[in-house]
């Protein structure tokens, strides 16, 4: 239970030489509501304000300030409705994430606040960007979901401000917002490499963000392209260090199937080949492509079998390990 909620409306009464300050307190443990969310939000309140702070606190712990244009109140089903709102909430380890977009609600009770129109949630590292933002202060949970024209995005940040991941998909579900993101639908994403030289680009239906791990998990319909390599699997892993800062690994399961396209000089047209594996694992500071399954490539008229084989991304070599001999084709 919220224990109060502070409201202080501004009311400029001589234009840059007077502001007068007053404060409303509510407290929040009568009302008991029945009906779902959604119709709860629909009728605007009848009290309204213009400008105004507003502090949330439970247990004497502030969870959630902001500032508005605009403040409308009903207080009876206890729901604030803003326009332009920004400010900051708070999760249970007292961490303070940054919000803002053009109207939001906040449902006391149920302690969920409700951000639209261009709604944004980050911190100094990465920010969630959608048509609609849900988030549950008590559960520390979020949803950001998209519309028909816009897609939810989550766009993470090194040191320097570049980006360097970019995520897009139909809807994102997060909890303190980048410790374990989970995003489902239609996803696609970007990778760009330190050096800002080189990029992954990888799509999916499902992808799990662990900021621990430094790690991306993708499932079904998986596709990964490089600058010469393109691939299908049924699931696929993007390891990095340094909060998403650098991709160091990159792993593919299950049916992979990689096309690589090589062009060198003096050969007309590319050299095309094509590779199907059970695993595959990619080192990208090495360019090598490590395939296992025990895997297959076609090059031409050419197939080549072995326990392992090695691609490399900017060269003709291939590398073919046996149980009893190895060698490199070129």
Same mark, same amino acid.
Do not use: W
């Given at each position: 239970? =919220?224990?109060?909620?502070?409201?202080? #409306?501004?009311?400029?009464?001589?234009?840059?030489?007077?502001?007068?300050?007053?404060?409303?307190?509510?407290?929040?443990?009568?009302?008991?509501?029945?009906?779902?969310?959604?119709?709860?939000?629909?009728? =605007?309140?009848?009290?309204?304000?213009?400008?105004?702070?507003?502090?949330?606190?439970? &247990?004497?712990?502030?969870?959630?300030?902001? @500032?508005?244009?605009?403040?409308?109140?009903?207080?009876?089903?206890?729901?604030?409705?803003?326009?332009? #709102?920004?400010?900051?909430?708070?999760?249970?380890?007292?961490?303070?994430?940054?919000?803002?977009?053009?109207?939001?609600?906040?449902?006391?009770? &149920?302690?969920?606040?409700?951000?639209?129109?261009?709604?944004?949630?980050?911190? !100094?590292?990465?920010?969630?960007?959608?048509?609609?933002?849900?988030?549950?202060?008590?559960?520390?949970?979020?949803?950001?979901?998209?519309?028909?024209? %816009?897609?939810?995005?989550?766009?993470?940040?090194?040191?320097?401000?570049?980006?360097?991941?970019?995520? !897009?998909?139909?809807?994102?579900?997060?909890?303190?917002?980048?410790?374990?993101?989970?995003?489902?639908?239609?996803?696609?994403? %970007?990778?760009?490499?330190?050096?800002?030289?080189?990029? %992954?680009?990888?799509?999916?239906?499902?992808?799990?963000?662990?900021?621990?791990?430094?790690?991306?998990?993708?499932?079904?319909?998986?596709?990964? &392209? @490089?600058?010469?390599?393109?691939?299908?699997?049924?699931?696929?892993?993007?390891?990095?260090?340094?909060?998403?800062?650098?991709?160091?690994?990159?792993?593919?399961?299950?049916?992979?199937?990689? %096309?690589?396209?090589?062009?060198?000089?003096?050969?007309?047209?590319? =050299?095309?080949?094509?590779?199907?594996?059970?695993?595959?694992?990619?080192? =990208? &500071?090495? !360019?090598?492509? !490590?395939?296992?399954?025990?895997?297959?490539?076609?090059?031409?008229?050419?197939?080549?079998?072995?326990?392992?084989?090695?691609?490399?991304?900017?060269?003709?070599?291939?590398?073919?390990?046996? @149980?009893?001999?190895?060698?490199?084709?070129?």
């Amino acid at each position: 239970m =919220l224990s109060s909620v502070k409201i202080i #409306p501004f009311f400029f009464i001589i234009p840059l030489l007077l502001l007068n300050f007053f404060a409303l307190f509510y407290r929040l443990n009568s009302a008991t509501l029945s009906s779902s969310d959604e119709e709860r939000t629909k009728e =605007l309140p009848a009290s309204h304000l213009g400008k105004a702070i507003i502090y949330v606190q439970k &247990e004497s712990k502030k969870i959630l300030a902001l @500032t508005c244009d605009a403040l409308a109140i009903d207080e009876v089903k206890i729901i604030y409705s803003f326009q332009e #709102p920004k400010g900051s909430f708070f999760n249970s380890a007292s961490q303070e994430f940054f919000f803002a977009s053009r109207k939001a609600k906040f449902l006391a009770q &149920e302690e969920k606040l409700y951000l639209y129109d261009k709604a944004r949630v980050y911190d !100094e590292m990465m920010e969630v960007l959608a048509p609609q933002i849900h988030y549950h202060l008590k559960r520390n949970m979020g949803l950001a979901v998209r519309d028909k024209k %816009i897609l939810s995005r989550t766009v993470y940040y090194d040191e320097k401000k570049r980006k360097n991941l970019e995520i !897009e998909g139909d809807r994102v579900y997060f909890g303190n917002i980048a410790k374990n993101i989970y995003y489902k639908g239609n996803l696609k994403g %970007i990778v760009i490499s330190q050096d800002r030289k080189s990029t %992954i680009k990888f799509r999916a239906q499902k992808l799990f963000v662990h900021e621990r791990k430094n790690r991306l998990k993708l499932k079904e319909q998986v596709s990964l &392209e @490089t600058s010469k390599i393109k691939s299908e699997s049924e699931e696929g892993i993007i390891l990095f260090k340094n909060r998403f800062s650098v991709a160091e690994r990159y792993y593919l399961l299950k049916r992979v199937k990689l %096309i690589q396209t090589y062009e060198e000089e003096g050969r007309k047209g590319p =050299l095309i080949r094509t590779a199907y594996a059970e695993f595959v694992k990619g080192v =990208l &500071e090495d !360019e090598r492509i !490590e395939l296992y399954g025990p895997p297959r490539v076609e090059q031409q008229k050419d197939v080549i079998l072995g326990n392992s084989i090695f691609l490399y991304e900017n060269s003709s070599v291939i590398e073919v390990y046996e @149980t009893t001999s190895e060698f490199s084709i070129q």
